[in-house]
């Protein structure tokens, strides 16, 4: 499933008579602070309710069920994260500068404190599926329209942008956060992930720097 046929799936949900944009707004703001305090299985549609100044049925008006209203809170987490500075090239960019962004923007948006929350190394996990959609595949499109920028603006060498994500992506993380997942390792400190960030990019930077 691409990452747009999953936001027209979550359209498609919603789709019904016209809502209150500003009580669905107030919904989604009070799901995404409780997940994050609480994490999904610690956050009742009673909570939300309440927390949003709503009654139980306009949250179930809004969004089918909980599961559905985790996934719009991650959906738009996410897309604020992106918003906030997006990753655009230019001629002259600073392009180790717009890829240090990428990297520190694709481990927060990989670390949400909701994800960790849900336990996503159970594979019995129904929602583990839907945060992949909403988060990590939301962040693999980034990385390909950010590799496809830097190929035609001459910043690295031409190479296939699902080649250059998955190894990207696999420095970034790799062993570290399936550990991190697994409850045998903490969420990298800000320290630490400067420190993957720079030895990342090093490493992927001797493989497709520009030959002069």
């Given at each position: 499933?691409?990452?747009?046929i999953?936001?027209e799936?979550?359209v498609?949900?919603n ?8 009580k669905?707004?107030r ?10 305090k609480?994490g999904?299985?610690?956050?009742s549609?009673?909570?939300?309710a ?17 599961a559905?209203l985790f ?9 604020e ?6 990753l ?7 392009f180790?500068?717009?890829?240090t962004?990428?990297c520190?923007l ?12 849900l ?10 599926l839907e ?6 595949l939301?962040?693999?499109a980034l990385?390909e ?9 001459g910043?690295i ?6 080649t250059?994500?998955l ?9 570290r956060?399936?550990e991190?997942?697994l ?8 320290e630490?992930?400067q420190q993957?960030?720079t030895?990342s990019i ?5 493989k497709?720097?520009?030959k002069?």
């Amino acid at each position: 499933m691409t990452f747009f046929i999953f936001l027209e799936k979550i359209v498609q949900i919603n789709v019904g008579r016209p809502k209150d944009l500003e009580k669905r707004q107030r919904i989604l703001n009070a799901a995404k602070s409780l997940f994050l305090k609480s994490g999904y299985h610690g956050s009742s549609m009673n909570q939300i309710a309440q927390e949003a100044g709503v009654t139980k049925l306009t949250v179930y008006n809004h969004f089918q069920d909980k599961a559905n209203l985790f996934v719009c809170a991650i959906a738009a987490t996410c897309e604020e994260l992106i918003n906030a500075r997006p990753l655009h090239l230019h001629a002259d960019s600073d392009f180790h500068k717009a890829f240090t962004y990428a990297c520190e923007l694709s481990l927060n948006i990989t670390n949400l404190p909701e994800a960790i929350k849900l336990e996503l190394a159970n594979e019995q996990n129904p929602l583990a599926l839907e945060f992949y959609n909403a988060s990590h595949l939301r962040m693999q499109a980034l990385w390909e329209n950010f590799f496809q920028q830097a190929i035609e603006l001459g910043f690295i060498q031409t190479e296939n942008v699902k080649t250059l994500t998955l190894l990207i992506v696999s420095l970034l993380f790799g062993m570290r956060h399936h550990e991190v997942l697994l409850g045998i390792r903490t969420v990298p400190t800000a320290e630490e992930r400067q420190q993957i960030i720079t030895s990342s990019i090093e490493l992927f930077m001797l493989k497709y720097q520009k030959k002069a």
